[in-house]
Structures are given as C-alpha cells and as structure tokens.
C-alpha cells in the first residue's frame, strides 16, 4: 500500500484547510497513493473557536474530506472536531475510503494536560481503540499526545493492525521535537508495526498573536525503526510503501509480540 504524508498548514478557517486537503490529494495521487495522512485538527488550528466550529460526522467540512477522497480515489485519515454532551468537544480523526464512505472515527483518548497546556478543558476525551480497515489493509489510529502511551500502540498491535497512522499538531519546546522522533520510532521498533504520522506546520497567513501550531516533522517508520520520510518543518507531501511482507519478515525473526507475557502482566 503506498501512504502519503500530507504535512499541510493549519488555518482557522475549515474552508480555507479543506481547499489544501484538496491540493494534498492531487498531490498524493500524482505520487500514486492509497491512503492520505493528515494533520490533528485538519479541520481547523487550535487557537479557533472549536466549539464553534464543530459538527457533526455528516456535517459539511467531513463531507467535503469524503468528496475529496472520491474524486481522488484516495482513502483520507484527517483531524476533526465534533460535539461532546458537555459544551466540550471531540478531538476526533476520521477514516474514510477511496469511495468516499466514512469507515470509522477515532475519538482522541489521551488529552494534552501537560507543559502549561489543559486540553481537557475544550476536548472531551474518548474511550475505545479504533482500527479499520482502509486500502486493504488494517489500520489503527492515534493522535498526537497518544504517542507518549505505549498501551494504546500495543493494543492496536496486538489487535491486528497492519500500521498505525497518528494526526499531530505537536508543539514546539525544550526537547519536544526531540521526544516526538523518538516516541514515533519506538511505537514501531515495540510492535513491529508501520507508522505513518503526519503533523501540523504554522500558516502563514494567520495573525502573527495566533498560537503556533505544530513543529511538522511527518514521519513513515518501518516495522525495525527505520525512518522512511521524514518532512521536516515545511508545508508537503511524500509517499511511501508499507510492506506487509517485510512485517511478516521482522516478526519471524524479531518475534517480540509473541513473547508477551499476558499471564503477567495481561492483554
């Protein structure tokens, strides 16, 4: 399956993000993708009215990810926010397929509660793993501070997915960019497992008192760790090839899911 990272700013406005899913898709189909990546909050930058802004999945801006996604032909993963019961709302990412059909939606479990910042105070958290199934193949899904949380990865692993896919709008800080490479690379070396991520830059555009968004840096890492791409800080696009069969390889020889201990430490 070829994956393109679709590492695009993140404005305020959601029809202003849905015209670069548009041009990421063109992109990415140009470079004969299955499946797009995008950010967390693709809909729109965190510094937005979200509440404001949220919808429901058969709302406007998710039908505009799904006609984008038929047109090109290409499965989308992207970053929403949909309304919570208690004035909150959900820091969702939705999948769905090259026919345009929504297949599931992943409600971000793990909130951003750290380094001076309270997420739980507009997100309301999720509670279930999410894997489904987009370009043949099974797909779990992450977001952004769920990276630091090794049993969500596990669980994924262990629940059949063949690659996992994480949203980011990862904020710069001491160390942070240094931290997210490296919890990146060891969710796959742990599980043996693809990830694909794909992560926030700032706009341009937006007023320079708007708060940064993330610090970029999408990633494709191999079952054994290797980085594949690597964007960097800048706005792009890049495909690569999840190869099922070279997880078959490593596994076989690296065999470290089946030398779980359930019987200690559970499932």
Not at 77 to 90: I, K, L, P, S, T
Not at 183 to 189: E, G, M, Q
Not at 237 to 263: F, I, K, N, Q
């Amino acid at each position: 399956m070829r994956v393109a990272l679709c590492q695009i700013p993140a404005s305020s406005q959601p029809a202003v993000n849905l015209s670069r899913v548009q041009s990421a898709l063109t992109s990415a189909r140009e470079q004969g993708a299955d499946l797009a990546v995008f950010p967390e909050g693709t809909q729109a930058r965190f510094s937005a009215d979200l509440r404001a802004l949220a919808e429901p999945l058969d709302g406007p801006f998710c039908g505009g990810l799904a006609a984008a996604a038929k047109a090109a032909e290409i499965a989308v993963v992207a970053g929403v926010f949909e309304n919570a019961a208690d004035q909150r709302v959900y820091n969702t990412t939705v999948a769905i397929d090259a026919t345009g059909q929504i297949t599931a939606a992943y409600r971000k479990i793990h909130l951003y509660d750290a380094l001076g910042q309270r997420e739980s105070e507009t997100i309301a958290p999720g509670t279930e793993p999410v894997i489904t199934e987009l370009a043949g193949l099974k797909v779990g899904i992450m977001t952004c501070y769920d990276i630091r949380f090794p049993e969500l990865a596990r669980a994924l692993a262990a629940g059949g997915a063949d690659l996992i896919v994480i949203g980011s709008a990862w904020a710069a800080g001491l160390f942070k960019e240094e931290h997210w490479t490296t919890l990146v690379r060891a969710r796959a070396i742990e599980n043996t497992i693809w990830i694909a991520a794909a992560g926030q830059v700032p706009d341009p555009h937006e007023p320079p008192t708007a708060a940064p968004t993330g610090v970029g840096r999408s990633m494709l890492v191999d079952p054994m760790g290797a980085v594949r791409i690597d964007l960097g800080s800048g706005p792009g696009v890049a495909t690569g090839t999840v190869e099922t069969e070279m997880t078959e390889r490593v596994r076989s020889v690296l065999p470290s899911l089946r030398h779980r201990r359930p019987d200690i430490f559970g499932g």
